[in-house]
């Protein structure tokens, strides 16, 4: 049994693991201003999110195998001044160029989410982790839901620079936070561990860690195809106010939240892969409820987002588990596991709801995006069935 390091206070990771989600979306509703402000078109500012997302998922491959070999705290600490510098930049930036410019440089804000996951990893085992990652969870998804109201209520009381300084004083509040609390906790290589383990190839040939992997990012696959076609099926189909929207929508995160709760709460008593399996089983089966009731002819907004609710929840039971488990694998390598499963859960994200927004049209049916969402569920259910069966294979003896 390795001895734990010393860890950081919770609310230091869950600070950590909120500035990702609050980054990308907390501007969101100042687009409109900033490209009135800078002049230029909506589709070449909104590159502030796309193009975001896309150096965000490269910077998230590269940042965890650096971890895994140079430490946690000196990652972090970059990542945080680089980020900083970033929002000061945007906040200070006169023309669209300087703004893309430091909007990019404002990715380093993913170590949070990568290296607070690795962290956890780090000081925990066994069921811990998966009980402190269905913490950090939930303040994920809250972070998702709090941060467009406040950067709308700071752009309509002193302008959209100042979300921007926010960030700014957010990431150097942090940059201290973690100065003074978090001490390195990445394992050395002296003992038990094997230094040979530091080589991310060893992760990539795991076949157990694909099927975590994939499990998490056909999970997350599922909420992204309803967060790309639930607004159109809403209004087309349901002839809902945007005030109904906002709640319907919203209401696939409030069952996550419910869901990262329970993992918290289950897995000292239930295995985690049992868990995670639950997770997949539940969402698979609420979609086949919903495609049940529109057959049927029962086609209303609480029947239809009665059942997408229970894809927030199955996602909760599953997506904490299946990181624990992909962090698992290879502990050293918690970092490269994180930061691998991240950027192809957000690939993954990026053509889902590209497939979605092709296949739903203004005509398209309710249950178009049911299926698309079943299929997604499904396939996580299959990545999380081959966990079982690869952890049983290696459990059989040998015949000799």
């Keep these: 049994m390795r001895t734990a390091p010393t860890p950081p206070a919770p609310t230091t990771l869950f600070m950590l693991a ?45 940042i965890g195998p650096v971890a895994d070999r140079i430490g946690r705290r000196p990652v972090l600490l970059a990542a945080l001044a680089i980020f900083t510098i970033g929002s000061i930049g945007c906040a200070l930036a006169q023309n669209v160029t300087m703004l893309l410019g430091f909007r990019m440089l404002q990715a380093g804000a993913v ?48 302008g959209w620079r100042a979300v921007f300084g926010l960030y700014a004083v957010v990431g150097a509040g942090l940059l201290l936070r973690v100065w003074v609390d978090l001490s390195e906790t990445l394992p050395g290589t002296s003992g038990e561990d094997d230094p040979s383990e530091s ?8 076949p157990i860690f694909w099927s975590y992997a994939l499990c998490t990012a056909f999970s997350t696959g599922a909420f992204y195809i309803f967060i790309a076609g639930a607004p159109l099926i809403a209004v087309a189909a349901f002839g809902m106010t945007t005030a109904q929207l906002g709640v319907f929508v919203g209401s696939i995160t409030a069952g996550f939240l419910v869901g990262s709760f329970l993992t918290a709460r289950l897995v000292h008593h239930i295995a985690s892969d049992v868990i995670m399996l639950a997770g997949r089983i539940l969402a698979c089966a609420a979609m086949l409820a919903g495609l049940t009731f529109l057959g049927a002819g029962i086609a209303t907004p609480l029947t239809f987002f009665g059942c997408t609710i229970f894809v927030g929840l199955g996602n909760g039971l599953t997506m904490p588990n299946a990181n624990a488990g992909a962090m698992s694998v290879r502990p050293r390598l918690a970092g490269s596991a994180t930061g691998i499963t991240g950027a192809l859960t957000l690939a993954g994200g990026a053509a889902l709801t590209s497939l979605t927004g092709f296949v739903l049209t203004r005509e398209a049916a309710p249950a178009a995006l049911l299926v698309l969402m079943l299929l997604a569920s499904f396939a996580g259910l299959v990545a999380a069935s081959s966990v079982l069966i690869l952890k049983r294979q290696r459990r059989r003896p040998v015949a000799t």
């Design 199 to 206: 080589k991310t190839a060893r992760l990539l040939g795991e």
């Design 111 to 158: 170590a949070g989410f990568v290296l607070s996951l690795a962290i956890v990893r780090d000081i925990e085992d066994g069921p811990d982790v998966a009980k402190r990652l269905g913490r950090i969870s939930m303040v994920m998804a809250l972070a998702p839901m709090l941060g467009p109201v406040l950067g709308s209520l700071l752009d309509a009381a002193i």
């Design 18 to 62: 909120a500035l990702p989600p609050l980054t990308l979306n907390m501007i969101a509703p100042s687009l409109t201003n900033i490209a009135t402000d800078l002049q230029v078109g909506y589709g070449v500012i909104s590159l502030a999110l796309g193009g975001y997302l896309a150096v965000t998922a490269l910077v998230e491959l590269a």
